[in-house]
């Protein structure tokens, strides 16, 4: 029964579905340019954040093509709250609270990415590791707290508080793993992460998934496992 019902869930898109699934082994895939598909997702945590990690794997072809978001985290007090976002030729460009540093990249190569972001409020210090590898620390936000009642968002930009998307800044490809602790994970956990482990996270737990996913958005197995 089980595996006909996944079956079924991945032979058509999603529409105001809500779903608290265990997504080991699962993501969603957003086949083509859109500015109505996308997957948004319910924190566990409600509470303000003063520091975070965010780690998630993607797999596309779109950066050499242009730009495109990868994890949007919008409030009511800033739409881009938290923001991962890939602009062609100059690289991943992070925010926090509205500012952003870019980590410059000149592409993402045709496979399977996994990336984790972290900031802490008291020192204002960010960190972006690619694949198991850190870029140089950067400084962003000093002091900030990254406000409550988020509306986070997979395959979209937000440039108002849960919308205002743009197809030209849609994700088309694949999205997965996506955890987030409300802590700067050390080296040593980081890693462990991005070789299969999971560090109880509680934010965003991928393998405690709240989700809604709205227009043409599949549930497909990962390329990547």
Not at 83 to 103: C, I, N, R, S
Not at 131 to 149: E, I
Not at 162 to 189: T, Y
Request: net charge negative; proline share 4%; charged share 20%.
């Amino acid at each position: 029964m089980e595996k006909l019902l996944w079956c079924f869930l991945t032979m058509i898109s999603f529409s105001q579905a809500f779903g608290h699934e265990d997504m080991s082994t699962w993501a969603f895939v957003f086949p083509k340019v859109s500015d109505t598909s996308y997957v948004s997702l319910e924190a566990e945590s409600k509470e303000p954040l003063n520091a975070f990690t965010v780690c998630l794997c993607f797999y596309t072809a779109l950066s050499t093509v242009r730009s495109f978001s990868i994890f949007s985290y919008a409030t009511e007090k800033s739409y881009n709250d938290i923001l991962l976002f890939w602009t062609k030729d100059k690289g991943y460009h992070f925010a926090v609270g509205g500012p952003e540093v870019l980590f410059t990249v000149s592409e993402i190569p045709q496979a399977p990415t996994h990336i984790c972001a972290s900031w802490e409020s008291a020192t204002g210090i960010v960190e972006l590791w690619v694949d198991g590898k850190p870029r140089v620390r950067k400084s962003l936000n000093k002091g900030y707290t990254v406000w409550t009642n988020a509306s986070i968002i997979l395959g979209q930009e937000q440039d108002s508080y849960g919308g205002r998307f743009d197809a030209k800044q849609s994700l088309v490809g694949d999205i997965g793993d996506v955890n987030m602790w409300d802590f700067v994970l050390s080296p040593e956990q980081i890693n462990a992460v991005y070789v299969g482990g999971t560090l109880s996270p509680n934010v965003l737990n991928w393998r405690s998934l709240k989700y809604k996913a709205q227009g043409e958005v599949f549930i497909k197995p990962q390329l990547w496992s």
